[in-house]
């Protein structure tokens, strides 16, 4: 068997990733990421690409046999929001898509899409946001739905100026990702889970270039419903024997994964993932010298998860790069990256 020390391209990682966060997404309006990933993977005529009814992207791959297909997934939705409603003074109060927090988001620029094509620009605050008018309120207001707002920046301070900038209830919302790179570090939003569609194109790159073939029939699936929990529920052949999910590793106090290494995850909020299959990921990065962590996340669950709630019968495993801040300002680095999608290459070419 070739296992050659495969090298990822991380120049092309790193432009792809940049690309794509700089792609809006929220969950429930991601065509434009899913249509800027497929153009991606149209570069290796290996691959056959369609996409699910669902709007998530498939692309299969023919490998050395085929008696136990795998998968790949990564998702490529987002958490954002959207419009729940346009208020008497021209702002919009939002509904979450995802779960986070709202003072992640707290004075971060945002974008409205509206119904006819037009988008608007905004920025999320609080709504008794000047300190010089509310003094300590700014502090002590609660961040929850009823004291945030969006203000446009249009001129609009009613509901029906609002509503004549194309302004709809139900109109997704995306916010600024900010992204920026340096010494090695991403720093953006979103990087859950854009970072592991990265890995997932230079896993991809790095075998095509050192023209080598999966060792099984192989699935890359981007799915893009993943933050509100049934995203790779379904677009998998009925024959599939392995998933690998590539998702972020969550970075904090107590965790063993941090923004310079890949992790493999051996349980989450959803439990324990598939034995054999994790004890077959480590064999393989510590035969090839992959700087990985194994680690345990608390408030946590991945597209392998919602697979297996769906009744999917196969072995899962989740590997990703550490990222700070997870669903906030989230910071890797590039050494997580490579090692992610030189893990996820090597587990494409194992027997
Ligand atoms: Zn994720």
């Not at 945002?110 to 999320?124: E, K, N, P, W, Y």
């Not at 340096?182 to 990265?198: E, W």
């Not at 941090?258 to 480590?282: A, F, I, N, W």
Request: charged share 20%; aromatic share 6%; with cysteine.
């Amino acid at each position: 068997m070739k296992k050659k020390n495969l090298a990822i391209d991380v120049p092309y990682l790193q432009t792809f990733l940049v690309d794509l966060l700089n792609t809006p997404s929220p969950t429930g309006y991601t065509q434009q990421a899913i249509d800027l990933t497929r153009q991606a993977l149209e570069a290796f005529p290996a691959l056959h690409i369609s996409q699910t009814l669902k709007g998530s992207l498939v692309a299969t791959w023919r490998g050395q046999r085929q008696d136990a297909p795998r998968a790949l997934t990564a998702h490529v939705d987002t958490l954002g929001a959207m419009v729940k409603e346009i208020k008497a003074n021209g702002r919009l109060k939002l509904s979450k898509v995802g779960g986070f927090a709202w003072s992640t988001v707290e004075g971060e620029g945002c974008t409205i899409f509206c119904q006819d094509g037009a988008t608007v620009r905004g920025s999320l605050l609080l709504t008794k946001a000047s300190f010089h008018v509310h003094g300590n309120q700014v502090i002590e207001l609660k961040r929850e739905d009823e004291n945030m707002e969006v203000r446009l920046d249009a001129r609009t301070t009613s509901n029906e100026e609002t509503r004549s900038l194309g302004v709809e209830v139900g109109d997704f919302v995306a916010f600024d990702p900010r992204v920026e790179v340096t010494n090695g570090f991403v720093r953006s939003r979103h990087l859950d889970d854009k970072a592991c569609v990265a890995c997932m194109l230079a896993a991809v790159k790095a075998l095509h270039d050192a023209g080598l073939q999966p060792w099984q029939d192989t699935t890359l699936l981007v799915s893009n419903y993943e933050e509100v929990g049934h995203g790779a529920a379904t677009g998998f052949p009925t024959n599939l024997a392995e998933l690998l999910c590539l998702d972020m590793a969550a970075v904090g106090e107590g965790q063993t994964s941090d923004e310079m290494h890949t992790s493999l995850c051996v349980k989450d909020s959803g439990g324990p993932y598939h034995h054999g299959m994790s004890q077959h990921l480590r064999q393989l990065a510590k035969a090839h010298n992959i700087p990985y962590k194994v680690d345990i996340y608390p408030h946590y669950g991945s597209d392998g998860e919602a697979y297996w709630r769906a009744g999917g019968n196969v072995a899962v495993a989740l590997i990703g790069p550490g990222v700070d801040a997870s669903h906030s300002y989230e910071r890797t680095h590039l050494e997580a990256l490579e090692a992610t999608a030189r893990w996820a290459a090597l587990y494409l070419l194992s027997e």
